[in-house]
T-cell receptor, first 107, second 114 residues
Framework: GQSLEQPSEVTAVEGAIVQINCTYQ??????LSWYQQHDGGAPTFLSY????GLEETGRFSSFLSRSDSYGYLLLQELQMKDSASYFC????????FGTGTKLQVIP | KAGVTQTPRYLIKTRGQQVTLSCSPI?????VSWYQQTPGQGLQFLFE???????NKGNFPGRFSGRQFSNSRSEMNVSTLELGDSALYLC?????????????FGPGTRLTVT
């Protein structure tokens, strides 16, 4: 089976940097993805890491270490609109999502 | 391109009834997946269809079924509804050509079972 663990909640100050960790156990590894979901909305794709290292997309970066079965999402220059739930996910055709991290950005 | 669409957006059903939900993927996407989202269990994979064939299946009882049509539109059906089936049902389409596994989600159908 596959399982992914994330912190349930994180609070950070507007303008700061926050890191959301994800550890996974999977029988076959394709890559680690991250999704954002605002309350009442649909998940939207943020990033994908197939290889070890850091991928940067604007204010968001994602890191993967396959040897440690670990990844994280880094959000810089936090804005109020970044308040949302963030999910890590593994799999390609059959995707398993993590438990989700609810990020609250405070002024 | 138009995004993924799902109908209906909201649905209220009674225990024991059945329900059919519909999903139209992004034009050109041939893979459609269905997920159940609840506060307690999070996002759980139901099944995935590709070219009218179920290619992958999650750990849900046989009351949950689906199908895909030749135009890639997909439907999922839940028979003999239970209170625990109340959830947000999301479908997502996959662009198989990108290799990233990026799933494009629809807005979901909010099902309430009373």
């Amino acid at each position: 089976g596959q399982s992914l663990e994330q912190p349930s909640e994180v609070t950070a100050v507007e303008g700061a940097i926050v890191q959301i960790n994800c550890t996974y156990q999977t029988s076959g590894f394709y890559g680690l993805s991250w999704y954002q979901q605002h309350d009442g909305g649909a998940p939207t794709f943020l990033s994908y890491n197939a290889l070890d290292g850091l991928e940067e997309t604007g204010r968001f970066s994602s890191f993967l270490s396959r040897s440690d079965s670990y990844g994280y999402l880094l959000l810089q220059e936090l804005q109020m609109k970044d308040s949302a739930s963030y999910f890590c996910a593994v799999g390609y055709q059959k995707v398993t999502f993590g438990t989700g991290t609810k990020l609250q950005v405070i002024p | 391109k138009a995004g993924v669409t799902q109908t209906p957006r909201y649905l209220i059903k009674t225990r024991g009834q059945q329900v059919t939900l519909s999903c139209s993927p992004i034009s050109g996407h041939r893979s459609v997946s269905w997920y159940q989202q609840t506060p307690g269990q999070g996002l759980q994979f139901l099944f995935e269809y590709f070219s009218e064939t179920q290619r992958n299946k999650g750990n849900f009882p046989g009351r949950f079924s689906g199908r895909q049509f030749s135009n890639s539109r997909s439907e999922m059906n839940v028979s003999t509804l239970e209170l625990g089936d109340s959830a947000l049902y999301l479908c997502a389409s996959l662009d198989s050509g990108t290799g990233s596994g990026e799933q494009y989600f629809g807005p979901g159908t909010r099902l309430t079972v009373t």
